[in-house]
């Protein structure tokens, strides 16, 4: 599976960003997606996931009720709106695909990261 990662930027506090993510290859169709992120200093970090069918959603306590994923089964595309964003939102972040949860060692696919930054 190849993961294409867009949507970064920069934006101010309390603004909104969407990024996305187009899985391509044999085993793309409705693979278990999701996000993580990592700030400058700090450990990589779960943000959201999404079952294969788009039922299934987890979220980070950090991004509850800010952060909305969701999926296009026909475009095999993960989609995370931030919403209300914060400026320690600050992280690369990272598409991942193949798995379901919040460990990002049963990650088996990792996308390029996407910078996101959120200013004061």
């Known amino acids: 599976v190849q993961l294409q990662a867009s949507g970064g930027g920069l934006v101010q506090a309390g603004g909104s960003l969407r990024l996305s993510c187009v899985a391509s290859g044999r085993d793309a169709y409705r693979t278990p997606m999701g996000w993580f992120r990592q700030a400058p200093g700090k450990e990589r970090e779960f943000v959201a996931t999404?079952?294969?069918?788009?039922?299934?959603?987890l979220y980070a306590d950090s991004v509850k009720g800010r952060f909305t994923i969701s999926r296009d089964l026909v475009k095999n595309t993960e989609y995370l709106q931030m919403n209300s964003l914060k400026p320690e939102d600050t992280a690369v972040y990272y598409c991942a695909a193949g798995y379901y949860g919040a460990d990002s060692n049963t990650v088996n696919y990792w996308g390029q990261g996407t910078q996101v930054t959120v200013s004061s």
């Open positions: 999404i079952s294969g069918n788009g039922v299934g959603k």
